[in-house]
């Protein structure tokens, strides 16, 4: 518990952060329709414009992920938290300032580009604060309570859209998002790694190079040789099989995650007419599902059958309100959906507290860094594949009468990912030894 309090100011600025990025996903979609496609419930180059962006954003994501995570490793979570944090307020400040075509052009643009460092890394970067200060065994009940802390933020920042007016949304949104920083740069400690939490398992001559960097003062950081050669890469994968698979799972989630993103509330307006009240009614539900569930339900379940079970039966009930979505034939369907939530939302904090477990505590950030841009992979491939089947589909072009199609091939995406998540078998905990002294200074030779 003690080391639970001590991440409290962690634990408050992605409450914060997460206030302000969750609350407009209810009022985007509106955003983007009245620009683009004015009285219309169904528009085609909103999906396919939302899908590109995903697009881009993931590619980019994909590079700049392990970058970040492996800067933070060297420079500190605390500094690289700061970078995406700052992005995120420019285009939530536009929209909080005018929503006309003009202005949502120019928001489209600069989200996109200011994506590519903030989509993913503070959660990641949050991932490996919370690795650096909780042992090993604990962790996946620390990753859960961080994940509940961001479904509680999703809840709070639906409710308030959904007694908000658009505009108000995006004004809130960009002062939290202003507060969310000035919050974590004064009162958030820079995270100081435990090298005796475990043992890294990359190469013993690795680890020698760290500790000879540290005694050469003559040797500096290099900022191009900080992004992870695919030999690191590699290393990571060869270590460890659990890591492999975990990285297979989390592809795959990834890519069913996004679609469902990227295709649902364009698939709900078309279907059911949602609108940003709906949206909203609709997130707080999983939101409040999830919240209960991170922080009261995994704590207990994860020690009690293992985070590879629960990571299966998380991935059970993502693909299982996929395919409910997919099929829904009256308003009430998608809300019955969102309250699966309550156990698919163990998915992701248990591949990372899988993960963290086969890395050592000087490759958190690198290793947090890699299954994001594994993630990112996906992102770019998801959008190109499910947007235009979307489109096609709540057309009138549609081959056959099957609105949620897409959202049902998406569903087939989410069960590979939970059919690879039952040959998942996580090893005994590392022993608690020193393998080389390792902290923000360590760098490349």
Not at 163 to 184: D, E, P, R
Not at 254 to 282: C, I, P
Not at 371 to 392: D, Q, Y
Request: charged residues 10%.
């Amino acid at each position: 518990m003690g080391r639970l309090l001590e991440l409290s100011h962690l634990f408050a600025t992605i409450f914060l952060y997460n206030f302000a990025t969750l609350m407009v996903i209810p009022a985007i979609t509106d955003v983007t329709m009245a620009a683009l496609c004015p009285g219309k419930d169904q528009c085609s180059i909103a999906i396919y414009l939302s899908g590109f962006q995903q697009a881009i954003i993931g590619l980019g994501s994909f590079v700049m992920m392990p970058l970040m995570g492996n800067l933070s490793d060297k420079y500190g979570r605390k500094a690289l938290l700061t970078i995406p944090m700052t992005l995120t307020i420019i285009p939530l400040a536009i929209l909080a300032y005018s929503r006309t075509r003009n202005f949502f052009y120019a928001y489209y643009v600069l989200k996109t580009v200011t994506a590519i460092f903030c989509e993913g890394s503070v959660h990641s970067l949050a991932l490996a604060y919370v690795a650096d200060n909780v042992p090993e065994g604990r962790r996946a009940s620390a990753f859960g309570i961080l994940s509940g802390i961001g479904y509680c933020a999703f809840v709070c920042g639906n409710l308030s859209t959904r007694f908000l007016s658009t505009s108000s949304t995006f004004q809130v949104s960009a002062s939290m998002a202003i507060a969310s920083t000035v919050y974590m740069r004064v009162l958030l400690p820079d995270s100081i790694i435990d090298e005796n939490l475990s043992v890294p398992i990359m190469s013993t001559e690795k680890v020698e190079s760290v500790t000879d960097s540290r005694e050469d003062p003559a040797r500096k950081p290099q900022m191009f040789k900080t992004l992870p050669s695919m030999e690191d890469v590699l290393v990571l994968l060869k270590s460890s099989l659990v890591f492999t698979q975990a990285a297979i799972v989390s592809f795959f989630s990834s890519l069913a995650d996004v679609g469902l993103h990227a295709s649902l509330l364009y698939y709900l307006k078309a279907r059911f007419h949602f609108n940003k009240d709906q949206f909203a009614d609709l997130m707080v539900i999983s939101g409040i599902a999830g919240t209960i569930s991170q922080m009261l339900l995994m704590p207990i379940l994860a020690p009690a059958i293992g985070e590879d079970r629960l990571l299966s039966i998380g991935l059970f009930f993502a693909t299982a309100h996929m395919f409910l979505y997919s099929v829904a034939w009256s308003f009430w369907v998608p809300y019955v959906a969102a309250m699966f939530s309550i156990f698919f939302v163990f998915s992701q904090p248990c591949i990372r507290s899988i993960v963290s477990r086969q890395v050592g505590s000087c490759e958190q950030g690198k290793a947090q860094g890699i299954i994001t841009g594994i993630g990112s992979f996906a992102n770019v491939i998801s959008p190109l594949a499910f947007s235009p089947l979307t489109a096609l589909f709540l057309s009138e072009r549609a081959p056959f009468n099957f609105p949620g199609f897409s959202i049902m091939c998406i569903a087939f995406a989410s069960m590979i990912a939970f059919a690879q998540s039952l040959l998942v078998r996580v090893a005994p905990q590392i022993s608690d030894k020193k393998a080389g002294n390792c902290n923000y200074n360590c760098m490349e030779p």
